[in-house]
Structures are given as structure tokens and as C-alpha cells.
T-cell receptor
Framework: AQTVTQSQPEMSVQEAETVTLSCTYD???????LFWYKQPPSRQMILVIR??????QNATENRFSVNFQKAAKSFSLKISDSQLGDTAMYFC?????????????FGKGTLLTVNP | ETGVTQTPRHLVMGMTNKKSLKCEQH?????MYWYKQSAKKPLELMFV???????ENNSVPSRFSPECPNSSHLFLHLHTLQPEDSALYLC?????????????FGSGTQLSVL
């Protein structure tokens, strides 16, 4: 079974600075998908970024980018120019290729606080 | 209007009560999910419906009973719950096609069992 580990329960960053959230996973599969979801105080989880394991290029979405190290099974999220609205729980998730979304495995989350 | 709507937003119930959680998606998706979110634990998948058929039931106690009358609606019927069932219950939907589609979540129902 796959596992997803987020080793930082909480982090904080000053507004406009850069922060990196860590995620490692364990799998014997060679093809899969990785996600970062954000859950703000409104509680509605929103997809931040998605990475396909067979793509070597790191995914980017505006201020959000990932550092995907397949051999190390690491998938960190970098947030540049942090904004107050980035304050949220961030969840890393893993999905096997070929499986339906119900095989999505989540980590325990990292609570990020952006300070003014 | 958000894509996935959950009601009620908060629910307090006694251990002998019967209540239902409701989820509605307006995205035309073909799969719907119930997740349980407890503090300091990973999200736990409870049930999955794909094309209105239950395709996943992750060893959830029978005091939780799902219902999916059509592709847009999903219910979670609750009866004789325990205090440890207190949690945030999240509904999600997706268009399943086998290429790692994202989930769309509702804002959840915060359930407290007294």
C-alpha cells in the first residue's frame, strides 16, 4: 500500500517570502500522479498543483511550483511571494496511474500560516 | 454557486439520533465520494459511487449508510453514532477517466456526536 508522509505539521512564513512544504511517499509503482491540495479556513479543499510521474519537468502554477524527485520519492511544494490568502492546510496526495480517483492517498497535512 | 454543495454545514447529534448529510454536485461528474477528516489524521475515504453504483466501501461501520439516487446527489445517513465519529465529513466529485483527474470538494459538514 502507498503511504504519504508530510513531516512538517506546521510552518509559518512572512508575507512576500518563499516557503517550501515537504512530502515524501512510498510506492513500488513506476507511473502515478501526485497532487497538492489546499484547505483554507472555509474548509473547501482546492487543487493547487498536479504532477504526472512520467514527466520529468516540474509542474508550476503561477506562484506555486514543485520539486519532484522521483528516485528519492519526494514531492515538495514551493510557494513564492507568499500571500495572506495562502494561509491554509496543505495536503500532499498520491494516485496510482490507471486507477480511479478513489485510490487517492493523502498525507496528514501541513498547516501554513502567512504572517503580515 | 459552488460546484459541490454540502448541507448542513454543522450538525450536533446525540448517540441515538438519526440524521442525514447531503451533497449535491453541479459539475456533471460521474463519481462522488465521502471522506472523513479527523484532526491530525490523513483523510479517510469512506465510500465511492461511480455511475451511481457503489464501487468502494472502506470497511466503514454500518452506522454509516450511503445513498446515491442519481449522479448529482449523494447522502450519508447516520444512526446510533459514537463520539469518535465526530469529524469533518467531506463530499467530493470527479469525472473519472483514468488519467488522474482532480477531485472537487464541498465545504464539509462538521459533525459533533454527544
Amino acid at each position: 500500500a502507498q503511504t504519504v508522509t508530510q513531516s512538517q505539521p506546521e510552518m509559518s512564513v512572512q508575507e512576500a517570502e518563499t516557503v517550501t512544504l515537504s512530502c515524501t511517499y512510498d510506492t513500488s509503482e513506476s507511473n502515478y500522479y501526485l497532487f497538492w491540495y489546499k484547505q483554507p479556513p472555509s474548509r473547501q479543499m482546492i487543487l493547487v498543483i498536479r504532477q504526472e510521474a512520467y514527466k520529468q519537468q516540474n509542474a508550476t502554477e503561477n506562484r506555486f511550483s514543485v520539486n519532484f524527485q522521483k528516485a528519492a520519492k519526494s514531492f515538495s511544494l514551493k510557494i513564492s511571494d507568499s500571500q495572506l490568502g495562502d494561509t491554509a492546510m496543505y495536503f500532499c496526495a498520491f494516485l496510482n496511474s490507471g486507477g480511479s480517483n478513489y485510490k487517492l492517498t493523502f498525507g496528514k497535512g501541513t498547516l501554513l500560516t502567512v504572517n503580515p | 454557486e459552488t460546484g459541490v454543495t454540502q448541507t448542513p454545514r454543522h450538525l450536533v447529534m446525540g448517540m441515538t439520533n438519526k440524521k442525514s448529510l447531503k451533497c449535491e454536485q453541479h459539475l456533471g461528474h460521474n463519481a462522488m465520494y465521502w471522506y472523513k477528516q479527523s484532526a491530525k489524521k490523513p483523510l479517510e475515504l469512506m465510500f465511492v459511487y461511480s455511475l451511481e453504483e457503489r464501487v468502494e466501501n472502506n470497511s466503514v461501520p454500518s452506522r454509516f449508510s450511503p445513498e446515491c439516487p442519481n449522479s448529482s446527489h449523494l447522502f450519508l445517513h447516520l444512526h446510533t453514532l459514537q463520539p469518535e465519529d465526530s469529524a469533518l465529513y467531506l463530499c467530493a466529485s470527479s469525472q473519472v477517466s483514468g488519467v488522474g483527474e482532480k477531485l472537487f470538494f464541498g465545504s464539509g459538514t462538521q459533525l459533533s456526536v454527544l
